[in-house]
């Protein structure tokens, strides 16, 4: 009993995503059905970006950006600002996980080195919903976006006239958060002697994110990626893998069984298709807070037509819940690796910037739509 409390204080997510899991298996027995619940090229990804991240970290290069930030950021305002924008407009051409795996721990790293801890929670709840919200802006964005792009036939068009207006929305929200932070004079670290420890590592772990960014575009296969990767970190430096976070990975499997269990549920499936009939959009906001938005917008397309409507609330539906959006895991889970974290606090700023946006969002919907 003394191990379960203690993992649940480490592992709050892991712990609560297993016990959804196992709970499901009770409605929907295990099968061989339960392998094609797991989205493989999503677990892929996320190792080999890890890695990579890791591997960047290793050879100083966050140091060195770092620095060069604080050089143009002279107040803890611009800092935020800057970071919360990169993450923003960035999620829009490299997905909103891949975008967070690899903004938050520069982001922890550079408030550090600049003393500016304490808007460290403000500033990593505020990165993880831009990254949610910039990623609704193109098909591209976030995995929601490209399932639904391709299982409608959408245009291009089509999906820009429905998205742009509520992606300069989030902009504006996502950037009036920033302005919470208190503005305060950033003062240069007095030494600054950090220069890149191996520039041919560099060089290999440089090679091995543009390949990773080509797998997220689908110019190169997932597989072949994620093969190349391991077995590049398993000949130059094995330390590496110590530094992927293997938890966050199994968390997200549990996840998957879970949501893929509930759409096998007849009563929740009939729920699911009598909601849906009455409001598309709001249907698939609710079902986001529950399973997250890219299962549910694959578990609602099923029973609906209303594109557009699956489209939006799948997207804002990425704010509320820590698990609404499993790229919010990422970010919480980054954070919660710190050994001063306070995560009663990152839950309560967490929920409240959440919600705050996602009542905006909706109230826009309601109007426009």
Same mark, same amino acid.
């Given at each position: 009993?003394?191990?379960?409390?203690?993992?649940?204080? !480490?592992?709050?997510?892991?712990?609560?995503?297993?016990?959804?899991?196992?709970?499901?298996?009770?409605?929907?027995?295990?099968?061989?059905?339960?392998?094609?619940?797991?989205?493989?090229?999503?677990?892929?990804?996320?190792?080999?970006?890890?890695?990579?991240?890791?591997?960047?970290?290793?050879?100083?290069?966050?140091?060195?950006?770092?620095?060069?930030?604080?050089?143009?950021?002279?107040?803890?305002?611009?800092?935020?600002?800057?970071?919360?924008?990169?993450?923003?407009?960035?999620?829009?051409?490299?997905?909103?996980?891949?975008?967070?795996?690899?903004?938050?721990?520069?982001?922890?790293?550079?408030?550090?080195?600049?003393?500016?801890?304490?808007?460290?929670?403000?500033?990593?709840?505020?990165?993880?919903?831009?990254?949610?919200?910039?990623?609704?802006?193109?098909?591209?964005?976030?995995?929601?976006?490209?399932?639904l792009f391709s299982e409608y036939?959408?245009?291009?068009?089509?999906?820009?006239?429905?998205?742009?207006?509520?992606?300069?929305?989030?902009?504006?929200?996502?950037?009036?958060?920033?302005?919470?932070?208190?503005?305060?004079?950033?003062?240069?670290?007095?030494?600054?002697?950090?220069?890149?420890?191996?520039?041919?590592?560099?060089?290999?772990?440089?090679?091995?994110?543009?390949?990773?960014?080509?797998a997220v575009f689908r110019v190169?296969?997932?597989?072949?990626?994620?093969?190349?990767?391991?077995?590049?970190?398993?000949?130059?430096?094995?330390?590496?893998? !110590?530094?992927?976070?293997?938890?966050?990975?199994?968390?997200?499997?549990?996840?998957?069984?879970?949501?893929?269990?509930?759409?096998?549920?007849?009563?929740?499936?009939?729920?699911?298709?009598?909601?849906?009939?009455?409001?598309?959009?709001?249907?698939?906001?609710?079902?986001?807070?529950?399973?997250?938005?890219?299962?549910?917008?694959?578990?609602?397309?099923?029973?609906?037509?209303?594109?557009?409507?699956?489209?939006?609330?799948?997207?804002?539906?990425?704010?509320?819940?820590?698990?609404?959006?499993?790229?919010?895991?990422?970010?919480?889970?980054?954070?919660?690796?710190?050994?001063?974290?306070?995560?009663?606090?990152?839950?309560?700023?967490?929920?409240?910037?959440?919600?705050?946006?996602?009542?905006?969002?909706?109230?826009?919907?309601?109007?426009?739509?």
């Amino acid at each position: 009993m003394n191990r379960f409390i203690s993992l649940l204080k !480490k592992e709050p997510v892991l712990v609560v995503s297993a016990i959804c899991a196992v709970i499901s298996m009770f409605f929907y027995a295990p099968s061989a059905e339960y392998i094609g619940y797991i989205n493989f090229r999503v677990l892929c990804l996320l190792f080999s970006l890890m890695a990579v991240v890791a591997g960047f970290t290793k050879c100083g290069l966050f140091d060195i950006l770092a620095q060069k930030v604080i050089k143009k950021c002279h107040s803890s305002l611009s800092l935020g600002v800057i970071l919360v924008m990169l993450t923003f407009f960035c999620s829009m051409f490299i997905t909103n996980d891949v975008s967070l795996i690899t903004f938050v721990p520069f982001t922890i790293l550079l408030l550090g080195m600049t003393g500016q801890r304490k808007n460290m929670i403000l500033i990593i709840v505020l990165q993880t919903v831009a990254a949610n919200l910039g990623s609704m802006a193109i098909p591209i964005g976030n995995p929601q976006n490209l399932y639904l792009f391709s299982e409608y036939n959408i245009s291009g068009g089509d999906f820009f006239s429905v998205m742009t207006v509520y992606t300069v929305i989030s902009l504006i929200l996502v950037l009036g958060g920033c302005f919470l932070i208190k503005r305060e004079k950033i003062d240069m670290p007095v030494k600054i002697d950090t220069e890149i420890n191996s520039r041919r590592d560099l060089a290999v772990y440089a090679v091995l994110f543009a390949i990773s960014f080509l797998a997220v575009f689908r110019v190169v296969s997932y597989v072949i990626t994620t093969a190349v990767t391991f077995i590049v970190i398993l000949i130059m430096d094995r330390e590496i893998f !110590k530094k992927v976070d293997f938890l966050l990975l199994l968390t997200f499997v549990f996840f998957f069984i879970f949501s893929g269990n509930l759409g096998n549920i007849d009563s929740v499936s009939g729920l699911l298709s009598e909601a849906i009939n009455k409001n598309t959009m709001l249907t698939s906001v609710i079902a986001s807070q529950f399973i997250s938005n890219v299962p549910a917008a694959v578990l609602l397309s099923g029973f609906t037509g209303d594109w557009k409507s699956l489209l939006i609330g799948t997207n804002i539906g990425g704010l509320g819940t820590p698990i609404a959006s499993m790229a919010s895991l990422i970010s919480l889970k980054l954070y919660m690796n710190e050994k001063d974290a306070e995560n009663k606090k990152y839950m309560i700023v967490f929920l409240a910037v959440n919600i705050i946006c996602l009542a905006v969002l909706l109230a826009a919907e309601f109007i426009i739509g």
